[in-house]
C-alpha cells in the first residue's frame, strides 16, 4: 500500500492574525521550516518543537490512536502567538515508518507535501499507508 495523503477537515485552531499576518515574509518562512523538517523528526515520542526559524515553528503536538493505528500530530505554528497559532496541520501515521533510506525520504516528502497543502488550501490533512 502507498503512503497516502487525505485531505480532512479546516485546521482547527487556525491562526487568526490581522489581514496582513501572512505577508509574502512569513509565508515564505511557511514553506522554509517545512523544507526543513527531517524524517527522524516526524515520528519523535515526545511533543516539542521539530524545526523553528524566525517566524514559525513545526511541531510535534502529541500522539493518539484512531481506527487502531497511532498518528503523529505535528503542526506549523506562528512563532510568539498564545492560543490559535496554526497555519498548517498534518496527522501521520505510524504505519508509514521504515527503515529504508530511500523511502524514508519518500514519507519525509509525502509528509512535507500534506503540510505545505495544508497550509496552501486551511484544511488538515492526514498522511497514512505504508512504505514499499
Do not use: C, W
Amino acid at each position: 500500500m502507498p503512503v497516502n495523503l487525505i485531505q480532512n477537515g479546516p485546521i482547527p485552531n487556525i491562526f487568526q492574525g490581522s489581514p496582513n499576518s501572512l505577508n509574502k515574509e512569513r509565508k515564505e518562512a511557511v514553506y522554509n521550516v517545512i523544507g526543513r523538517l527531517e524524517y527522524h523528526q516526524i515520528f519523535q515520542n515526545a511533543a516539542g518543537t521539530l524545526v523553528i526559524n524566525d517566524l514559525m515553528r513545526v511541531d510535534m503536538q502529541g500522539t493518539f490512536m484512531q481506527a487502531g493505528q497511532r498518528f503523529h500530530n505535528i503542526q506549523v505554528q506562528v512563532n510568539g502567538v498564545a492560543g490559535k497559532s496554526t497555519v498548517a496541520h498534518a496527522n501521520v501515521s505510524e504505519s508509514t515508518m521504515t527503515d529504508d533510506p530511500i523511502n524514508q525520504t519518500g514519507v519525509r516528502n509525502r509528509v512535507s507535501s500534506a503540510l505545505n497543502q495544508s497550509f496552501d488550501s486551511g484544511h488538515s490533512y492526514s498522511v497514512t499507508g505504508t512504505a514499499p
